[in-house]
C-alpha cells in the first residue's frame, strides 16, 4: 500500500499527558501538511512542510503542539500537556509539488485522540 | 467570516431522488476548488478540481459545477453507497499560499 499511513489510529490519554503522532506521506510527496477535524466539522489547517521545512503555522497551533518532518520523509506531530478540547481527530495529508501539483491532497485515515 | 460554506448541513434522500448540495466561498482569487467525500472515521479522498467559473467535472453519478461564486455538487439518483460527508475547500492566491481551506461539509444519507 502506497498511500498516506498514521499511526496510531486511536490514542486515549489523560489530560496533562504528552501524546505523538505519526504521517508517512507517500514516497515522492514533498509536501505534507497536518489538520484537524472535529465532530461536524470540516478539517481545519494546523501546519505544513515542504521537504523538511515548516512553511506555516496555523493561530490553532499553540505552543503545545510541536510538529517535525526530519529529512522531510515522516512527521510527527506532538501535543504536550493535553487538554479536553485537544480531543480529536489529526489528519495528514500529502502532496507533490511541481508540475503535478494540482492541488490535491491525499489524506491519510486519521489519528482519533480522546483526552479524558 | 467564514471563506467557505456548504449548505445544506443534512441531506437525506430516497435512492434515485437527485439533488444538488452548494459551495460558497469568498476567497479573493481562486486557485482551485476541490470536492472530496469523507466516509466516517476515515479521511477525505478526493473527488475533483475546479479552477475557472463554468468548468464542470464527472465521475460515475456525481457533476462538480463552479460559477465565480460558488460551485454545486450534483448528485444524479443517488445509491445508499452514496452516503458520505461532501466537503468543499478552496485555494487562493493571497500570499503564495497553497494550503486548501475546508467547508463544514453536507452530510448526505441516501435511504434505499
Known amino acids: 500500500d502506497t498511500g498516506v499511513s498514521q499511526d496510531p489510529r486511536h490514542k486515549i490519554t489523560k489530560r496533562g499527558q504528552n501524546v505523538t503522532f505519526r504521517c508517512d506521506p507517500i514516497?515522492?510527496?514533498?509536501?505534507l501538511y497536518w489538520y484537524r477535524q472535529t465532530l461536524g466539522q470540516g478539517p481545519e489547517f494546523l501546519t505544513y512542510?515542504?521537504?523538511?521545512?515548516?512553511?506555516?503555522k496555523s493561530r490553532l497551533l499553540s505552543d503545545r503542539f510541536s510538529a517535525e518532518r526530519p529529512k522531510g520523509s515522516f512527521s510527527t506531530l506532538e501535543i504536550q500537556r493535553t487538554e479536553q478540547g485537544d480531543s480529536a481527530m489529526y489528519l495528514c495529508?500529502?502532496?507533490?509539488?511541481?508540475?503535478?501539483?494540482?492541488?490535491?491532497?491525499?489524506f491519510g485515515e486519521g489519528s482519533r485522540l480522546t483526552v479524558l | 467570516e467564514d471563506q467557505v460554506t456548504q449548505s445544506p448541513e443534512a441531506l437525506r434522500l430516497q435512492e434515485g431522488e437527485s439533488s444538488s448540495l452548494n459551495c460558497s466561498y469568498t476567497?479573493?482569487?481562486?486557485?482551485?476548488l476541490f470536492w472530496y467525500r469523507q466516509d466516517p472515521g476515515k479521511g477525505p479522498e478526493f473527488l475533483f478540481t475546479?479552477?475557472?467559473a463554468g468548468e464542470e467535472k464527472e465521475k460515475e453519478r456525481l457533476k462538480a459545477t463552479l460559477t465565480k461564486k460558488e460551485s454545486f455538487l450534483h448528485i444524479t439518483a443517488p445509491k445508499p453507497e452514496d452516503s458520505a460527508t461532501y466537503l468543499c475547500?478552496?485555494?487562493?492566491?493571497?500570499?503564495?499560499?497553497?494550503?486548501?481551506?475546508f467547508g463544514r461539509g453536507t452530510s448526505l444519507i441516501v435511504h434505499p
Open positions: 476567497v479573493s482569487g481562486l486557485r482551485g
Open positions: 514516497s515522492e510527496h514533498n509536501r
Open positions: 475547500a478552496v485555494r487562493e492566491t493571497s500570499g503564495g499560499s497553497y494550503i486548501p481551506t
Open positions: 512542510f515542504q521537504n523538511e521545512a515548516q512553511l506555516e
Open positions: 475546479l479552477y475557472s
Open positions: 495529508a500529502s502532496s507533490p509539488w511541481g508540475s503535478s501539483n494540482t492541488g490535491e491532497l491525499f
